[in-house]
């Protein structure tokens, strides 16, 4: 398969294009005129050593240190120190897509020439990104303050020969990574190590790869709900229009029409459009309003994202025009962390309200359909258990989904005494989302098992596209059997990104 070609832009990078990198290797390059203001920025930083005054990060330690003045002649071993001091990282390692995603979004931000590198150290980068060469990272070990120091000093030691690096699935040694890569180790200059470790891209890396799975998960599970609905012989009333528009909240106008248009067509809907039944359960009529607020939820949280993919994080900033450089603290993660936060609430609302109709559907007063979902209930259990673990997975999610950033422990001798827990917001992202896809893919085997004792009445013809490619991996359930492989393959059709196109066009990213 030939690799998606991609011209970087700093500052100026898409959802679409971050998307793209998260979920497939990619040959990048920068925009040329975006060297120009690398090579002012790294002269800059020479022009402020040549002036023998002490600068924060250039000639000096770090946090508590930052008043130790280092000689001139200490400059390089000063920033390869930083990086080797700064490895340690716990835990399993970040995977490839997540690890691509932080080197290309390094590279923006140095790219905006406000760091002081050599436009060799972005070339290097590049040419790992290019010849998927990805650094390995252990997942535990930053505060998300300071910068993501530890996850993003593993990153970087490679550069300078340290440390080990995966390739087509083996691990290597940095220095057999470098060759592989075309590279020889680097000497850094001033500054270099700390521009290289000193940011966000961690922990924004980490949150945007799992705000991109949970929205194929949110669009799994509209399609999931809609099949809930009809298989129930539920109301579409809930979804005119009219009633949206009183309320005018975006999401939810957005998502009640994407239930119409799901609905749209169903000869079961058709067949009880005159029935007695007034009201339908929460979790069935109320969809509009909960996933029309998780899809606001998402908005919000695609554009915190976006924007930190493309901003400059690390510390000091170097300022050209007037040959300075200023110490700030662009590298807190806080907006990371308090969006993965919301994220992290609203993706457990995906798996709360699925569950909630997976427990209507096998239960015979609510759905008015046999036991469990299958023929001769009694001597067969059906989905009985297979509802048991939607619960157990959701009901996990309500402790995953407390907030990290609420959270602080002072670091560096009390010097960083505030902190955001960025990283583990996000990483924490990824447990929940496999447990809501877990939830949905038992929600679409039990609603597609359900429609099958409507027939043969049919459902519309969207929804009969979702039901028949889970058909085409799983069968139906005429009765017991080892029912664990069939959630797995169900869980494999969420996570495809062509599962649900008919949604795409509402979501953040494919805008």
Do not use: W
């Amino acid at each position: 398969m030939e690799k998606i070609k991609l011209t970087l832009e700093a500052g100026n990078a898409s959802l679409s294009l971050l998307r793209q990198v998260a979920f497939n290797p990619v040959i990048i390059e920068l925009q040329k005129s975006d060297y120009d203001a690398v090579d002012k920025s790294n002269a800059t930083v020479a022009t402020l050593c040549a002036a023998d005054k002490a600068t924060y990060g250039i000639n000096t330690g770090f946090g508590k240190m930052a008043q130790t003045r280092i000689a001139d002649d200490k400059l390089t071993e000063l920033q390869h120190n930083l990086l080797l001091s700064h490895s340690c990282g716990l835990g399993p390692h970040l995977n490839n897509n997540i690890v691509r995603l932080m080197l290309v979004m390094k590279v923006l931000s140095l790219a905006r020439g406000h760091s002081g590198v050599r436009r060799d150290i972005i070339d290097a980068l590049i040419a790992l990104v290019n010849h998927e060469v990805y650094p390995c990272i252990p997942a535990k070990g930053s505060v998300g303050a300071s910068g993501d120091l530890a996850p993003l000093a593993h990153m970087s030691t490679i550069l300078i020969g340290s440390g080990h690096v995966c390739h087509q699935g083996r691990i290597f040694d940095a220095r057999e990574g470098l060759v592989i890569a075309g590279l020889g180790s680097l000497t850094l200059g001033p500054k270099e190590g700390l521009a290289l470790i000193n940011g966000t891209q961690a922990s924004t890396a980490i949150a945007l790869y799992h705000f991109f799975e949970i929205e194929k998960i949110f669009s799994a599970a509209t399609i999931t709900g809609a099949l809930s609905v009809d298989a129930m012989k539920g109301s579409d009333a809930p979804f005119d229009p009219r009633i949206q528009a009183l309320r005018g909240q975006r999401g939810q106008i957005a998502v009640a029409g994407i239930y119409r248009r799901l609905l749209s067509g169903s000869e079961i809907r058709t067949s009880h459009i005159d029935c007695e039944k007034v009201q339908d359960p929460y979790s069935l009529r109320c969809q509009p309003q909960v996933m029309g607020a998780i899809l606001d939820t998402m908005r919000f949280v695609a554009n915190v994202l976006c924007t930190e993919a493309n901003a400059v994080t690390d510390n000091p900033l170097i300022f050209n025009d007037t040959n300075e450089a200023l110490s700030g603290g662009n590298f807190h993660a806080e907006p990371i962390a308090l969006a993965a936060d919301h994220l992290a609430i609203a993706a457990a609302e995906i798996g709360a309200i699925a569950e909630r109709r997976i427990a209507n559907l096998v239960d015979p007063a609510l759905s008015l359909l046999p036991a469990f979902l299958v023929e001769e209930p009694g001597l067969h259990s059906g989905f009985m258990i297979a509802q048991v673990t939607a619960a157990a997975l959701a009901s996990e999610n309500k402790s995953l989904a407390h907030p990290a950033s609420v959270d602080s422990l002072p670091t560096s001798a009390n010097q960083e005494d505030h902190v955001s827990m960025a990283t583990f917001a996000a990483r924490r992202l990824g447990d929940i989302a496999d447990n809501i896809t877990g939830i949905v893919a038992i929600e679409f085997l039990a609603a597609a098992q359900a429609m099958e004792f409507h027939q043969p009445k049919k459902t519309s013809g969207l929804l009969q596209t979702a039901i028949d490619k889970l058909r085409a991996c799983v069968p139906s359930y005429k009765k017991d059997r080892y029912f664990s492989p069939d959630i797995e393959l169900a869980k494999e059709i969420i996570t495809a990104q062509d599962f649900s196109r008919e949604i795409d066009d509402i979501l953040p990213s494919h805008g």
